[in-house]
């Protein structure tokens, strides 16, 4: 362990002896009701007229609308409400963003010039500097409760720092941030995730093996080896109770965190699984029981994680375009029971297309537009809002119920790497080509 201090502060209290999250058992696993034939599935009630939307609407305006908006960026018009300038702008690109869980003024962002940085997302201010890195940051993140934060880069290292708040009364804002350890995982990090109810940490590498850590004591549980090119894409499921990665030769394996073994394992020599180009992105529905893929040369995948078997070949990218993100949602029907909900999909692609989809079915309900490339994706859980980062310098929010774009946002220089937006819906940041991070606000 490295004695780097951010902020020279004691240790942070109630982590020392935390314990990795405890794994459920396959009894827990949720039951699968089948419909239609052996590999289809009911994942939530397709209950097309709660959407409310029309199918295949461009969510675009007319031609001349998305001129004026064009026209406006180039006059300089800014809708963002705090810059942070805190990554070096002439060593380049912002590339990974996560707002903290728990309080939208705080931020954590990782950029080209190696640097990752906490900061105020109402100010820009510069919180704490999580230096370390001799490579690019590729991949932030923050623990389920917010008191620890990670980093990954192309050197390999995973690092991993903790706050400062010897009090639960203290806001986050004022808390410090203090180096806890650096770990020694793949030989370039492609991504992080941790899991949903506990500190433990999940890395995947361009060496092929994924890296699972319980934190704080930096203690390696198993190093996953099944995969024989680079893992792109993985997390933990929703629940907590496996793990899914997938990689460049676009073979997915779904492993047991328990054990380190897979439990199911698909390969491209299925056809109707196959991904040209690999797989690039990866999504799970709440329930754990269904994960969608999308390929780096186009495709999308639906797949049941309980029998291992495809559920449906997704068309509604160009051919040949990569599939930057996919996500799934849950949100609030239109005029449905109160809390009733319905499980939504999105995908956005090199194509400049949104894409959203019904999770019962997969069957493509709207379909909008960026003048360019879409290169981020982000949402707040159980809102009917998600918010899209694009090539062409702009974010927009979209209303997944009826696939309208209902804003674009003005003020970033570049192209926009990523975004997010806070768990209340009411924030969102972006980080750009050119090093600077923007506030927006959506509410």
Same mark, same amino acid.
């Given at each position: 362990?490295?004695?780097?201090?951010?902020?020279?502060?004691?240790?942070?209290?109630?982590?020392?002896?935390?314990?990795?999250?405890?794994?459920?058992?396959?009894?827990?696993?949720?039951?699968?009701?089948?419909?239609?034939?052996?590999?289809?599935?009911?994942?939530?009630?397709?209950?097309?007229?709660?959407?409310?939307?029309?199918?295949?609407?461009?969510?675009?305006?007319? /031609?001349?609308?998305?001129?004026?908006?064009?026209?406006?960026?180039?006059?300089?018009?800014?809708?963002?409400?705090?810059?942070?300038?805190?990554?070096?702008?002439?060593?380049?690109?912002?590339?990974?963003?996560?707002?903290?869980?728990?309080?939208?003024?705080?931020?954590? /962002?990782?950029?080209?010039?190696?640097?990752?940085?906490?900061?105020?997302?109402?100010?820009?201010?510069?919180?704490?500097?999580?230096?370390?890195?001799?490579?690019?940051?590729?991949?932030?993140?923050?623990?389920?409760?917010?008191?620890?934060?990670?980093?990954?880069?192309?050197?390999?290292?995973?690092?991993?720092?903790?706050?400062?708040?010897?009090?639960?009364?203290?806001?986050?804002?004022?808390?410090?941030?203090?180096?806890?350890?650096?770990?020694?995982?793949?030989?370039?990090?492609?991504?992080?995730?941790?899991?949903?109810?506990?500190?433990?940490?999940?890395?995947?590498?361009?060496?092929?093996?994924?890296?699972?850590?319980?934190?704080?004591?930096?203690?390696?549980?198993?190093?996953?080896?099944?995969?024989?090119?680079?893992?792109?894409?993985?997390?933990?499921?929703?629940?907590?109770?496996?793990?899914?990665?997938?990689?460049?030769?676009?073979?997915?394996?779904?492993?047991?965190?328990?054990?380190?073994?897979?439990?199911?394992?698909?390969?491209? /020599?299925?056809?109707?699984?196959?991904?040209?180009?690999?797989?690039?992105?990866?999504?799970?529905?709440?329930?754990?029981?269904?994960?969608?893929?999308?390929?780096?040369?186009?495709?999308?995948?639906?797949?049941?994680?309980?029998?291992?078997?495809?559920?449906?070949?997704?068309?509604?990218?160009?051919?040949?375009?990569?599939?930057?993100?996919?996500?799934?949602?849950?949100?609030?029907?239109?005029?449905?029971? /109160?809390?009733?909900?319905?499980?939504?999909?999105?995908?956005?692609?090199?194509?400049?297309?949104?894409?959203?989809?019904?999770?019962?079915?997969?069957?493509?309900?709207?379909?909008?537009?960026?003048?360019?490339?879409?290169?981020?994706?982000?949402?707040?859980?159980?809102?009917?809002?998600?918010?899209?980062?694009?090539?062409?310098?702009?974010?927009?929010?979209?209303?997944?119920?009826?696939?309208?774009?209902?804003?674009?946002?003005?003020?970033?220089?570049?192209?926009?790497?990523?975004?997010?937006?806070?768990?209340?819906?009411?924030?969102?940041?972006?980080?750009?080509?050119?090093?600077?991070?923007?506030?927006?606000?959506?509410?």
């Amino acid at each position: 362990m490295s004695d780097e201090i951010v902020q020279p502060v004691p240790p942070a209290p109630g982590h020392e002896d935390e314990e990795g999250p405890e794994f459920l058992t396959e009894d827990d696993v949720l039951e699968v009701e089948e419909v239609g034939g052996d590999d289809q599935m009911a994942v939530e009630s397709d209950d097309d007229d709660e959407m409310d939307g029309e199918d295949d609407a461009d969510g675009q305006g007319t /031609s001349g609308e998305r001129d004026d908006a064009m026209d406006m960026l180039d006059n300089g018009l800014d809708d963002s409400v705090a810059v942070a300038q805190l990554h070096h702008a002439e060593e380049g690109a912002v590339f990974c963003l996560a707002i903290h869980p728990f309080a939208a003024t705080l931020a954590v /962002s990782g950029g080209e010039d190696d640097q990752a940085y906490v900061f105020r997302t109402d100010t820009g201010a510069q919180v704490a500097q999580l230096s370390g890195h001799t490579d690019s940051v590729t991949s932030v993140g923050w623990s389920h409760d917010g008191g620890l934060v990670a980093t990954g880069g192309m050197d390999g290292k995973v690092r991993v720092w903790k706050v400062r708040r010897p009090s639960s009364d203290m806001p986050w804002e004022e808390a410090g941030w203090e180096f806890l350890i650096g770990l020694e995982g793949p030989d370039e990090v492609n991504w992080l995730d941790w899991h949903p109810k506990g500190n433990v940490l999940l890395a995947g590498g361009a060496d092929g093996t994924v890296w699972l850590w319980n934190l704080p004591s930096g203690e390696t549980m198993h190093v996953l080896s099944g995969h024989t090119t680079p893992v792109t894409c993985g997390r933990f499921t929703p629940d907590g109770k496996k793990i899914l990665t997938g990689s460049e030769d676009s073979t997915l394996i779904l492993w047991d965190p328990r054990t380190g073994q897979p439990v199911h394992k698909l390969s491209p /020599s299925d056809a109707r699984f196959r991904l040209e180009g690999g797989i690039n992105c990866l999504a799970i529905n709440p329930a754990s029981t269904v994960a969608v893929l999308g390929g780096a040369e186009g495709g999308l995948r639906a797949v049941n994680l309980v029998q291992g078997s495809v559920l449906a070949q997704m068309e509604g990218h160009e051919e040949g375009a990569s599939i930057e993100m996919v996500a799934f949602n849950e949100i609030p029907t239109i005029g449905g029971a /109160s809390g009733a909900s319905v499980t939504v999909i999105v995908s956005v692609g090199t194509d400049g297309r949104v894409c959203t989809w019904e999770a019962s079915g997969f069957r493509l309900r709207n379909t909008g537009t960026h003048e360019d490339a879409v290169t981020s994706l982000s949402f707040s859980p159980h809102t009917p809002t998600f918010l899209t980062g694009s090539a062409d310098k702009t974010l927009k929010l979209w209303d997944y119920r009826t696939g309208s774009c209902l804003r674009t946002l003005l003020g970033n220089k570049d192209v926009v790497h990523a975004v997010s937006v806070s768990r209340d819906g009411r924030v969102a940041v972006s980080g750009s080509e050119d090093g600077s991070v923007r506030t927006f606000r959506l509410d």
